[in-house]
C-alpha cells in the first residue's frame, strides 16, 4: 500500500500541516509518515511544511503592515499589533521557569487572546475565499501568499493532515488553489477528516 503507483510518476511528495491550531509543538505526523515512506520510498523526495506556523508569521506581517487592522482589550490597532508581536516573540524565544512565569502567563494570555478572535475570522474569511464570495481586502492577498509557500515546491502529490476541525477551511481553501495553481495530486487524511464530508464530495477536485 504504501508503494507508489509506477504508472504515474511521482519525484517528490510535500506533507503540509495546515492552519489553524495553536502553535506551541511541531506536527509530528507528517514527520513521522515522511520516515514511514521514505523507507518505502527511498528515490522519491518527501519534504514537511508547517504552513500553520507560516500563517502565525504571516498574520505578524500583515498586522504589522497595517494591511489587517484588528484590535483586544480594547487598545488601538498599531498597539494590538506590538503588544502581539511582542508575546509572539517573547512565547518563540522564551521558556517558561519559575522566574518569569508571571510574565510568561501575561504574554501567553495576549497570544492567546489574538489567537482566538484571530483564527475565528481567517476561518469564515477562508471559507468565503473557497466559495468564491466577495471578502474584505487583504484577504485574497494572506491567502495567495500562504498557498504560494506549498505551490513554489512543485510538488507532484501535496498530502494534507488534518487533525482538528479547525483546519478543515484551510484545507478546502488550500486544496483548491494548489490545484488550480499547479495541478498536483491532493491528499486529504488525518484523524480530523470527517467521513461525512467525504461522503458529500467536499474533497473531490477535478
Known sequence: MTMLNPARPVS???LISP???RPTAPPLGPASLKAFLQKENPLVDIRCLDLN?????????????SIFR???YNWSHTDTARQV???FTFLKNTPATRENIREYHCQATIFLSFENVFNGIMSDMALRVY?????????ELFFQKLSEKI??????IVAISVLFDAQMPFTLLLAKKIKAATGARIVIG???LALSLIQDGYYRFP
Not at 506556523?53 to 503592515?65: C, G, H, K, R, S
Open 190 to 192: 488525518g484523524p480530523g
Open 131 to 139: 466559495m468564491d464570495m466577495p471578502v474584505p481586502n487583504g484577504m
Open 19 to 21: 492552519p489553524a491550531i
Open 151 to 156: 505551490t513554489r515546491q512543485q510538488a507532484d
Open 85 to 87: 508581536r511582542r508575546a
Open 53 to 65: 506556523l507560516d500563517y502565525f508569521y504571516l498574520a505578524m506581517d500583515f498586522l504589522e503592515n
Open 12 to 14: 517528490n511528495i510535500l
Open 70 to 72: 484588528m484590535t483586544i
